[in-house]
Structure formats: structure tokens, C-alpha cells
Nanobody, 127 residues
Framework: QVQLVESGGGLGQTGGSLRLSCVASGSPFNLYAMGWFRQAPGKEREFVAAISRSGLATHSASSVKDRFTLSRNNAENTLYLQMNTLKPEDTAVYYC????????????????????WGQGTQVTVSS
């Protein structure tokens, strides 16, 4: 099974940028569709963005579209989330997630589609 470790969170400013990384280990990274989710204080976890195992297909939530860019480097077993034009409402714990998808090349936006999760990284955006 795959293990996921997120990094890159921290304090950002409104209008600024942060880049999150998620490093996978323990299983071939290119067999997994990946996603980012976030959970703000007092709220349920929500979908942010997803990418197919090849990286050719991506999908983002409307709240982050045109601001966040999801990418992956299969050679380096790493998933990235480039977050630009940050807003205070982006404050949350961000989780990367993996779904074993060896025969497909789809993205998945539903939380229940993912079996493997990282521990999360805190992103705080000051106004």
C-alpha cells in the first residue's frame, strides 16, 4: 500500500502563493489516481482537485479553479498543488489522497473513492 506525506503548508498572505507537495512511497506512484482535499475549522472535508494517474486528466473545484494548479511528477513520486491568489477562505488542513487505479486513467472527486490518505498540512491565509 502507498504511504503519503504532505508538506509545504504554512502561513500565506491574501493574494500570495504556496505550493503543497505530497510524496508517495511504498507502491508504484503511477498506478494511483490522486486528489487533494481540505478541511476548514468546523466544516466537513471538501474536494479541492484531482488528477489521473498519468497526469493527463485533472479536475478542480469551482472555488479554486483558475487559482490552484494540480500536477504530478511520476518519476519523483510527488503530487503538487500550486496555490495562487490565496484567500482567507483557503485556510484549512490540506490532505492528499490516493486511489489504486491500475487499469484506468481517470480522476475522482468523491472522498469515498480514495482509500489512502496523508496526515495533512495546515494552510493559514492571513487577511
Amino acid at each position: 500500500q502507498v504511504q503519503l506525506v504532505e508538506s509545504g503548508g504554512g502561513l500565506g498572505q491574501t493574494g500570495g502563493s504556496l505550493r503543497l507537495s505530497c510524496v508517495a512511497s511504498g507502491s508504484p506512484f503511477n498506478l494511483y489516481a490522486m486528489g487533494w482535499f481540505r478541511q476548514a475549522p468546523g466544516k466537513e472535508r471538501e474536494f479541492v482537485a484531482a488528477i489521473s494517474r498519468s497526469g493527463l486528466a485533472t479536475h478542480s473545484a469551482s472555488s479554486v479553479k483558475d487559482r490552484f494548479t494540480l500536477s504530478r511528477n511520476n518519476a519523483e513520486n510527488t503530487l503538487y498543488l500550486q496555490m495562487n491568489t490565496l484567500k482567507p477562505e483557503d485556510t484549512a488542513v490540506y490532505y492528499c489522497a490516493a486511489r489504486f487505479d491500475p487499469l484506468g486513467d481517470d480522476y475522482f472527486a468523491a472522498e469515498y473513492a480514495y482509500r489512502y490518505w496523508g496526515q495533512g498540512t495546515q494552510v493559514t491565509v492571513s487577511s
